[in-house]
């Protein structure tokens, strides 16, 4: 239920927080951010920024407790890193540890929340809480509030689980009193609450992790099979669904994805998109199929640190040569015989990715790729591989290549580049595992094929892939050079942003990172008794609207 954190991160979260929590704002399916339900955004001044949220008089937790500064500012607390008295915290397998009483360690970082230092501004009534930045920030509007996060967890829940404090207000307060003090022993059992206690996998006894402040409820909660929903008859906010209840069914068969939509089990679905689902789903009557570009893009994804074949520690510490085995395989990879294979049967009009940052159509798309060097990797160089290695001399470490062995379009892709890197003398070690994402950043592989998929348009959103340290970057990538454009973007004018984002992605060219290689297809499809879906290319894809939708 919290989606702030690095393991609730997941898009399969953000749907169900989504449809249970109210926002400030959120994206339509023109990625233009509409005003959400809980309150308004102000930004009340330039130097320094000021930002103030105003939360509504109806915004309340399905318990009858106001959603108010406290809930907000623990939010801010949990991801600012402000607080964390260590860097990490976490166990070999990527798990966070349980703090001991001397550790504070909130298990997420957004680098907007890291630039608010000081202890916000709150009204009497704690219905405003305003922000002071500590430098400019290009993304203030989105920070805070956005989309399926909404408010973050609620502050009285924590208070209650991880301080004893049975009444919701003296709760808020707890809290508000531990983050203004920083009082170390308090933080830590609250971000070992805000880390983990709102984890669940099936239905739980306790009722205080259901609490929410958007008109669905959880009722029903299968593991490994589905969840309920059902409208709130305490909900009392603005937000007017038209359906009553809503499962979501768990399936990681695309075909199976199908045959339920044709046997009536399900309305509606995203499959992962292949040619013979697309065929299937057309083939269906009474049955809509939309097509479109979706939120997420394929990418290969190197390992640094690892002493794997792309890590300087094999060359005795030469990044030099580590980079010109890295530069080698990105010559292998078959990034346009990959999109007409697997791509283009959905997509006459695919083409490769080639940004790190941009959808491809969208408006700072072809200045950047013009000048971002990845030119470079547009053909296939067996030749210009051999070369390199031959310059690297000695014997290459085996590649071992993690991806989702039970996803037929990664099956599919892993062969194709399995076959060309060997032309060059790679040897190529499957390590293919349908749990791949609990292994991301744990140095058992040297390169993870898996997309990555945007939550908003933010050009803060890189930080987090690619500076030294983040939470999403995997690979153990890091280059001063790189962390000072994020610091630059990070306070950007729009008229200054498209060239930081050129000089970014030379970087990560220059450094040979990984490359794009497609923007995903995404097929919406749906019964025709369901009324008003359509999709929006950042999460939560076709859920945004779902007030909106109507059955017959």
């Given at each position: 239920?919290?989606?702030?954190?690095?393991?609730?991160?997941?898009?399969?979260?953000?749907?169900?927080?989504?449809?249970?929590?109210?926002?400030?704002?959120?994206?339509?399916?023109?990625?233009?951010?509409?005003?959400?339900?809980?309150?308004?955004?102000?930004?009340?001044?330039?130097?320094?920024?000021?930002?103030?949220?105003?939360?509504?008089?109806?915004?309340?937790?399905?318990?009858?407790?106001?959603?108010?500064?406290?809930?907000?500012?623990?939010?801010?607390?949990g991801t600012s890193a402000n607080f964390n008295t260590v860097e990490s915290n976490n166990n070999d397998d990527g798990t966070v540890k349980e703090n001991d009483e001397s550790t504070v360690y909130f298990d997420s970082a957004t680098a907007g929340a890291g630039l608010v230092k000081d202890f916000p501004e709150i009204?009497?009534?704690?219905?405003?809480?305003?922000?002071?930045?500590?430098?400019?920030?290009?993304?203030?509007?989105?920070?805070?509030?956005?989309?399926?996060?909404?408010?973050?967890?609620?502050?009285?829940?924590?208070?209650?689980?991880?301080?004893?404090?049975?009444?919701?207000?003296?709760?808020?307060?707890?809290?508000?009193?531990?983050?203004?003090?920083?009082?170390?022993?308090?933080?830590?059992?609250?971000?070992?609450?805000?880390?983990?206690?709102?984890?669940?996998?099936?239905?739980?006894?306790?009722?205080?992790?259901?609490?929410?402040?958007?008109?669905?409820?959880?009722?029903?909660?299968?593991?490994?099979?589905?969840?309920?929903?059902?409208?709130?008859?305490?909900?009392?906010?603005?937000?007017?669904?038209?359906?009553?209840?809503?499962?979501?069914?768990?399936?990681?068969?695309?075909?199976?994805?199908?045959?339920?939509?044709?046997?009536?089990?399900?309305?509606?679905?995203?499959?992962?998109?292949?040619?013979?689902?697309?065929?299937?789903?057309?083939?269906?009557?009474?049955?809509?199929?939309?097509?479109?570009?979706?939120?997420?893009?394929?990418?290969?994804?190197?390992?640094?640190?690892?002493?794997?074949?792309?890590?300087?520690?094999?060359?005795?510490?030469?990044?030099?040569?580590?980079?010109?085995?890295?530069?080698?395989?990105?010559?292998?990879?078959?990034?346009?015989?990959?999109?007409?294979?697997?791509?283009?049967?959905?997509?006459?009009?695919?083409?490769?990715?080639?940004?790190?940052?941009?959808?491809?159509?969208?408006?700072?798309?072809?200045?950047?790729?013009?000048?971002?060097?990845?030119?470079?990797?547009?053909?296939?160089?067996?030749?210009?591989?051999?070369?390199?290695?031959?310059?690297?001399?000695?014997?290459?470490k085996p590649v071992r290549v993690m991806y989702d062995n039970t996803n037929a379009r990664r099956q599919q892709e892993f062969q194709l580049i399995k076959e060309s890197a060997e032309q060059a003398g790679f040897t190529i070690e499957d390590v293919g595992d349908v749990n791949w994402g609990t292994r991301l950043g744990?140095?058992?592989?040297?390169?993870?094929?898996?997309?990555?998929?945007?939550?908003?348009?933010?050009?803060?959103?890189?930080?987090?892939?690619?500076?030294?340290?983040?939470?999403?970057?995997?690979?153990?990538?890091?280059?001063?050079?790189?962390?000072?454009?994020?610091?630059?973007l990070l306070v950007s004018k729009e008229d200054e942003q498209q060239q930081l984002l050129i000089d970014m992605e030379k970087q990560l060219t220059e450094d040979a990172f990984g490359a794009p290689i497609f923007q995903f297809p995404e097929l919406t499809i749906y019964n025709d008794k369901v009324k008003n879906v359509?999709?929006?290319?950042?999460?939560?894809?076709?859920?945004?609207?779902?007030?909106?939708?109507?059955?017959?």
């Open positions: 239920m919290n989606t702030l954190t690095a393991n609730g991160n997941a898009v399969s979260n953000a749907i169900l927080t989504y449809m249970m929590n109210d926002n400030f704002g959120y994206y339509d399916d023109s990625l233009e951010v509409q005003d959400g339900a809980l309150g308004t955004i102000e930004k009340v001044s330039d130097d320094p920024l000021k930002v103030k949220y105003t939360f509504n008089d109806t915004a309340k937790w399905s318990d009858g407790t106001p959603v108010d500064a406290a809930d907000l500012a623990l939010t801010w607390a009204s009497e009534d704690g219905k405003e809480i305003t922000f002071t930045y500590s430098k400019p920030f290009a993304d203030w509007a989105i920070q805070f509030g956005t989309g399926a996060d909404g408010v973050g967890v609620p502050a009285h829940i924590v208070a209650k689980k991880a301080l004893g404090e049975e009444d919701a207000a003296a709760g808020k307060q707890a809290i508000l009193d531990a983050i203004e003090k920083k009082d170390t022993a308090a933080l830590s059992k609250i971000s070992n609450f805000w880390n983990t206690g709102f984890d669940f996998t099936s239905m739980p006894e306790d009722e205080d992790l259901l609490v929410h402040n958007g008109p669905y409820k959880i009722t029903d909660f299968q593991e490994g099979q589905y969840i309920t929903v059902q409208l709130d008859e305490n909900y009392s906010g603005p937000v007017e669904p038209k359906v009553n209840t809503i499962t979501v069914r768990y399936n990681g068969d695309p075909m199976a994805m199908v045959q339920a939509v044709e046997n009536g089990e399900v309305d509606m679905t995203q499959p992962q998109a292949t040619a013979d689902v697309l065929d299937a789903a057309e083939g269906i009557d009474g049955v809509t199929v939309d097509a479109a570009d979706g939120a997420t893009y394929e990418h290969v994804d190197f390992t640094f640190n690892n002493n794997g074949p792309f890590d300087p520690q094999s060359y005795g510490g030469d990044e030099e040569k580590a980079k010109q085995v890295r530069e080698a395989f990105l010559k292998t990879v078959p990034r346009a015989d990959i999109v007409d294979k697997i791509i283009k049967p959905l997509n006459p009009e695919a083409v490769t990715r080639d940004s790190f940052s941009q959808v491809p159509g969208s408006p700072m798309y072809d200045g950047i790729v013009a000048e971002n060097g990845m030119d470079a990797y547009n053909a296939v160089d067996i030749e210009g591989a051999k070369q390199l290695l031959e310059q690297v001399g000695g014997e290459i744990d140095g058992s592989y040297d390169l993870a094929l898996f997309g990555w998929q945007s939550t908003g348009t933010g050009v803060t959103e890189n930080d987090a892939n690619f500076r030294t340290g983040a939470q999403n970057n995997y690979g153990g990538y890091s280059n001063d050079n790189m962390n000072e454009i994020l610091d630059k359509s999709s929006t290319s950042v999460s939560p894809t076709m859920f945004w609207n779902y007030w909106e939708w109507e059955t017959n």
